[in-house]
């Protein structure tokens, strides 16, 4: 390696721009001697503390508490005591450098510069040097560990890249330069006791993961940020770990240290005594993965310990697939398997960060960095919101106004709709869909159109003008779509330059067929979606973009060129903007979203995967609404059905949980899109999920699980069967919050506390809640009766700490689960409760209550004006009565409702 040298600097913060405008602090180690050990410490208001310790020979220990816990949740691997990166083709890990010849430190940083021998070269020929930065940011209260490449780095290809054991995407799993490295021995609370929860692959849904120890976490290119929890506790510690900037070249990884073979020769050797018999591990294959004619389950085993991403494996020892062996990147989701035989393989790993292992050449200057954000209290869904928020504050992060895909009824016709693939529409088809919804008193207010629109689609040339179509449909406007082009004719048809995919691997038919696309260059990528965005201009109510999975991941330039990917998708968003139109991603990774803080016209995601009728459980999206609320992102369930059987569809099928995914889509917070084919809508069950103007009736803040259902190893967004679920999603009016319950498959009851609800700062009124409103009630409103009392239908629970029991009538089935949307509501001071509205899932939404303000003797409700007639079913408790309060509402008036406990009665006025 040669003889380097490591510097401690005192860099300024401000010069990065990564916390905000900040003064240097007062130095906390003091005049240090140069060459002597050095120790760094700093712990947030919110008790968690990062300490750093400098040997004289370069090597690094440091390590994150929690609260008064004497344990380290994270601390650095002393197998990698030094940051390590690729470059000019080989490893540098500065194991030779000299002593250290300059350090201080400031009361909010501490950087270490690590320079090679000279023989060693960079961008310049001047050697490779990496500059570590450990930062506290006070705005924000996180800390953040950046990497930053003064030199640059060039000819970083050459790096052995493990990828997804023949997966046709090409993940990348190991990034070319390493700080933080955390140790994830066998004793680590990492690996041992801390709960997790991930979000990875398309829609960053299909490989998301929870449980212990990390033993579902699938990192890399296609991976996301990382959730570490107490377990089983309320109210519990939690911490957030991901990159902080260059999100689509910077990455989290598990990575090997030590030779392969190692640790398997004894595991898989031992045979039994290590392996589970009758069992397999559900959903964890890596695509392609299998090999056949394995002998034995200790030669699956050993297959899996050389191939370095697998960390788990299943052998089929009988039948027709006998001696099948399939590599799994997790052993989350254990199920009796008759005659198979299943095992892990405990690897040397550490967790690292670094800049993603494809990229060829660093430029001088460049800096990266992980950030983590948690508190010793508030529980998952808190530290999220700190997380996020830090990010947002980092990145100067807005979105766009919400368009009329976002806030209105709309129709769909993506895959899962009834007009779909082969069964794709004519334009009559369309327009009598549409307005058979309208005459149904649906007040659809705009149209998804699908790939099929495009005649062809590498043209991009719609087979129908859409004002034509728009004049047809009582002006309603459309959400376009777009995904990938053609390699072959593209560039010439529009006269830019186009970048190709690798060729790859598509299960389709039966079979698996080689596919190639093309993307436009990033640097052309504004004027592409420019000109096709103009001629729609004022058609538009949105704009999707699919297939962003495959770009980063197929696309060459885009994985090997530090900013491709980032460049692409800003040129589409500024187009974007320009044309007033929103963006939604769809196939997007963990990566997509964060890097979507850059781009205000992303306005919306699709959570989970395709809404066809086979794929069961793909309505958990409150999982995935964990990642997206952070970012300010709205999520999007995709196509539902309002009912169940409908003749002549795409699928040949009818669907199972149409009320249960409506409800999901209504509690999203995002859009609502109905893909029912010509007189098949149930106009009750859509008008549950808005007004008569089509408005949505949405929460202020999605729905999203409470932190007891993360516990537990199991992977919620790729399991069928029934699993209890409780998920909360509350709603601000005026000074008042209201929640709302969904609960699925809870049999027998379980109790719930008040303190498990989420509650974002930003939405607590400043009053002082929850000390003005010290009850709530929990109501299933269709069990309250006009005129029975409020016990009947209601519990009263304390916000001090009271608990209440949820239920559902049983336990159902993969097609059939049960469920129940329960409405909490604060109980005015003179006992006066507005418990919602009847007839919505989202009893009580800021889209249709302007304000609900309790007085001495009752309460005042403002209802917002409608564009057109409505009628609004209020359920009130008035002196423990249940009353039933119909509100007439007129074309563009507000209402408003004022409620008297003695005698009971509302007076409703419109203005």
Same mark, same amino acid.
């Given at each position: ?841 989202? $009893? ?46 007129? $074309? ?20």
């Amino acid at each position: 390696m040669g003889f380097g040298s490591v510097t401690l600097a005192l860099l300024p913060i401000v010069g990065y721009g990564t916390c905000g405008a900040m003064e240097r602090g007062v130095d906390k180690v003091g005049a240090a001697r140069r060459g002597s050990p050095t120790t760094w410490s700093y712990r947030t208001p919110r008790g968690l503390e990062l300490m750093v310790q400098l040997a004289t020979d370069g090597s690094l220990t440091y390590r994150i508490t929690v609260g008064s816990t004497t344990e380290p949740w994270l601390v650095s691997s002393p197998k990698v005591p030094r940051p390590r990166v690729w470059c000019s083709g080989a490893w540098e890990d500065f194991s030779d450098a000299g002593s250290i010849t300059e350090h201080g430190s400031t009361a909010f940083s501490f950087s270490v510069l690590y320079t090679s021998s000279g023989s060693r070269t960079a961008v310049n020929g001047n050697g490779v040097q990496l500059n570590v930065t450990f930062e506290y940011c006070p705005d924000t209260e996180i800390f953040v560990f950046r990497q930053t490449f003064p030199l640059g780095c060039s000819n970083s290809t050459g790096l052995d890249i493990p990828t997804l054991a023949g997966s046709s995407y090409n993940s990348t799993s190991v990034p070319l330069s390493e700080f933080p490295v955390w140790d994830y021995s066998a004793t680590s609370l990492l690996r041992s006791h801390l709960g997790y929860l991930t979000w990875a692959g398309v829609f960053a849904y299909t490989r998301a993961s929870q449980g212990i120890g990390l033993a579902g976490y699938m990192g890399g290119s296609e991976g996301g940020p990382v959730v570490l929890f107490e377990p089983e506790v309320v109210n519990r510690p939690a911490m957030v770990m991901s990159p902080y900037e260059e999100f689509m070249s910077s990455i989290l990884a598990l990575r090997r240290v030590g030779a392969v073979g190692n640790t398997a020769t004894q595991q898989c050797s031992q045979g039994g005594g290590s392996f589970e018999t009758n069992v397999d591990y559900n959903h964890h294959d890596f695509p392609g993965s299998m090999r056949t004619n394995v002998s034995t389950a200790a030669a699956c085993c050993t297959a899996c310990d050389v191939d370095n991403a697998c960390r788990a494996w299943s052998w089929i020892a009988n039948g027709s697939l006998a001696g099948n062996c399939y590599m799994k990147w997790s052993s989350v989701g254990r199920y009796p398997a008759n005659g198979h035989v299943s095992g892990e393989v405990h690897k040397n790993l550490v967790l690292v960060a670094g800049v993603q292992g494809r990229i060829s050449s660093i430029p001088a200057g460049h800096t990266t960095a992980v950030v983590i954000a948690g508190a010793e209290s508030g529980g998952v869904r808190s530290a999220l919101a700190q997380w996020g928020a830090s990010l947002r504050n980092r990145h100067n992060s807005t979105r766009a106004d919400l368009g009329q895909a976002e806030t209105m009824l709309s129709a769909w016709t993506d895959n899962g709709a009834y007009w779909f693939g082969r069964n794709k529409p004519t334009a009559t088809d369309l327009v009598d869909t549409i307005n058979d919804m309208i005459n149904q008193g649906l007040p659809v207010r705009s149209l998804q159109l699908d790939p099929w629109a495009w005649d062809p689609m590498c043209n991009a040339t719609l087979f129908v003008p859409l004002k034509e179509l728009s004049a047809n449909m009582s002006g309603i406007p459309f959400t376009l779509y777009t995904s990938y082009w053609c390699p072959t004719t593209s560039a010439n048809h529009f006269q830019l330059p186009f970048l190709d995919s690798i060729h790859f691997e598509v299960f389709q038919d039966g079979t698996f067929r080689q596919q190639q696309f093309a993307q436009v260059s990033p640097n052309s990528s504004f004027v592409l979606y420019d000109r096709l965005l103009a001629p729609y201009t004022g058609n538009l109510a949105g704009y999707e973009v699919d297939f962003l999975s495959y770009y980063p991941l197929l696309v060459p330039e885009f994985r090997s060129t530090l900013d491709s990917a980032a460049v692409w998708a800003r040129g589409m968003a500024d187009a974007a903007t320009k044309h007033g139109v929103n963006l939604q991603y769809c196939m997007a990774l963990p990566s997509w979203l964060l890097q979507s803080l850059e781009f205000p016209s992303v306005t919306n995601a699709r959570a989970s995967d395709d809404n066809f009728p086979t794929n069961l459980h793909r309505w958990r999206i409150g999982y995935t609404a964990m990642l997206h609320w952070p970012l300010r992102l709205r999520s999007f369930m995709d196509v539902i059905w309002s009912s169940a059987v409908q003749p002549g569809n795409e699928y040949g099928m009818n669907r199972s949980n149409i009320e249960l995914q409506v409800a999901v889509a209504a509690l999203s917070a995002g859009p609502v899109g109905f893909g029912d084919g010509p007189k098949f809508s149930n106009t009750t069950v859509v008008m549950w999920t808005c007004t008569a103007d089509g408005r949505l009736l949405r929460p202020s803040v999605p729905a999203t699980p409470i932190d007891r259902m993360l516990d537990g190893d199991r992977s919620p967004t790729q399991i069928d069967d029934p699993e209890p679920e409780i998920w909360d999603a509350a709603s601000r009016v005026g000074d008042l919050v209201f929640w709302s319950l969904l609960v699925v498959d809870v049999y027998p009851a379980m109790q719930v506390s008040f303190p498990e609800l989420f509650l974002p700062s930003e939405l607590a009124p400043a009053s002082g809640w929850p000390a003005d409103t010290s009850m709530y009630t929990v109501v299933d409103l269709a069990r309250c009766a006009n005129g029975t009392t409020l016990e009947y239908c209601a519990s009263l629970v304390p916000t001090d700490g009271g608990g209440f029991s949820v239920q559902t009538t049983t336990v159902g089935s993969a097609t059939a689960h049960d469920w129940v949307v329960l409405s909490m509501s604060p109980v005015c001071p003179s006992g006066a409760v507005l418990l919602g509205e009847l007839g919505k899932i989202v $009893a009580v939404s800021p889209d249709r209550f302007e304000t609900v303000q309790c007085t001495n003797t009752g309460f005042v409700v403002t209802i917002l004006p409608s564009k057109v007639p409505d009628t609004v079913d209020l359920v009130v408790s008035l002196g423990d009565t249940i009353l039933h309060v119909q509100v007439v509402q007129n $074309a563009g008036k507000r209402a408003h409702v004022e409620c008297f406990n003695f005698p009971r009665y509302c007076n409703v006025s419109s203005i």
